[in-house]
Nanobody, 124 residues
């Protein structure tokens, strides 16, 4: 079993930056691909970014490409999401997710473990 806890969310003005972190506990983490999925109020969950277990492969949703960067450090907290040039439409709860596969995935259904989420609110 893997437990995931997100942190780093908060209120930021449009154009600003935030870095989300995902702390993991439980089973050995280095062989898990990781992802970030977000959910805006009243909308379905939306894939944001994913990274393979070794970090060599990353995927991004078109809506965040060029602004968000996913990275991981398997020796410490396993995954980060650096968000820059934030827009009002980035406001959402951001969930960290892990899958028992080394390959990054872009569908939420491919992830096995989820954190509780951290709120990101972008204001004008």
């Amino acid at each position: 079993q893997v437990q995931l806890v997100e942190s780093g969310g908060g209120l930021v003005q449009a154009g600003g930056s935030l870095r989300l972190s995902c702390a993991a506990s439980g089973r050995t983490f280095s062989s898990y691909a990781m992802g970030w999925v977000r959910q805006a109020s009243g909308k379905e969950r939306e894939f944001a970014a994913a990274i393979s277990w070794g970090g060599s492969t990353t995927y991004y949703a078109d809506s965040v490409k060029g602004r968000f960067t996913i990275s991981r450090d398997n020796a410490e907290n396993p995954v980060y999401l650096q968000m820059k040039s934030l827009k009002l439409e980035d406001t959402a709860v951001y969930y960290c997710a892990a899958r028992e596969d080394y390959r990054a995935a872009v569908r939420g259904s491919e992830y096995d473990y989820w954190g509780q989420g951290t709120q990101v609110t972008v204001s004008s």
